[in-house]
């Protein structure tokens, strides 16, 4: 996993504009990746996943895009809401037998109401 | 349908002690991961358990163990604690039949302080 401070990126938006956080995964073997939302005082719930065959997908509100030339996720919130605001986590797994889940750097979302 | 149970929620231990976490899945579930998730980072993967046994295991020392039961739940030892150990220890299960790695449900953790 990587190293990671103690000081999270932070993202603050206006609510209702749309969020984007984005994400360096390490491994160019992974093929599949999963966006978390981590609120204060729970584990991570699972937002939206991908595989790596794909470039782009999207759930309700959410969209996740995959560049694989440069190792890069991102996810994008639609009309972002008060009860947004929390940790967000990528994480990937290089399959190939593999039940690990690396998970990247968190970024901290604060919705300003 | 309940999800994930972690027992306790918090734990205050002293270095060189031992320490039992537990773990329910989700109902249905049959494959239990364990994260370690130090304060501002994101979790570290220890291990995995299918049929009662460990398949997997992240870069953490022998003093990490665990333990799956035939009803699935799961436990968590950590002996000779050090203070670095104070973390949040997240379990997550999952389906085999699915892909271990997809659904993925994570309880709300175990919050282990070491003084």
């Known amino acids: 996993g990587e190293s990671v401070g103690l000081h999270l990126p932070t993202l603050s938006v206006q609510e209702g504009d749309n969020s984007i956080i984005n994400c360096a995964y390490s491994n160019s073997a992974s093929d599949y990746f999963i966006w978390y939302k981590q609120e204060s005082g729970k584990g991570p719930q699972f937002i939206i996943d991908i595989r790596s065959n794909m470039d782009k997908r999207q759930g309700q509100r959410v969209t996740v895009l995959l560049n694989k030339t440069v190792k890069h996720l991102s996810l994008q919130i639609a009309a972002t809401q008060p009860g947004d605001s929390a940790v967000y986590f990528c994480a990937e797994n290089i399959g190939a037998g593999s039940y690990q889940l690396t998970f990247g750097k968190g970024t901290k979302l604060s919705v300003i109401p | 349908d309940a999800g994930v149970t972690q027992s306790p929620t918090h734990l205050i231990k002293t270095r060189g002690q031992q320490v039992t976490l537990r773990c329910s899945p989700k109902?249905?579930?049959?494959?239990v991961s364990w994260y370690q998730q130090a304060l501002g980072q994101g979790p570290q993967f220890i291990f995995q358990?299918?049929?009662?046994?460990?398949?997997q295991r992240g870069n953490f020392p022998d003093r990490f163990s665990g333990h799956q039961f035939p009803n699935y739940s799961s436990e968590l030892n950590v002996n000779a604690l050090l203070l670095g150990d104070s973390a949040l220890y997240l379990c997550a299960s999952s389906l085999e039949g699915q892909g271990a790695n997809y659904g993925y449900t994570f309880g709300s953790g175990t919050r282990l302080t070491v003084v």
């Open positions: 109902s249905g579930h049959d494959t």
């Open positions: 358990y299918y049929e009662e046994e460990e398949r």
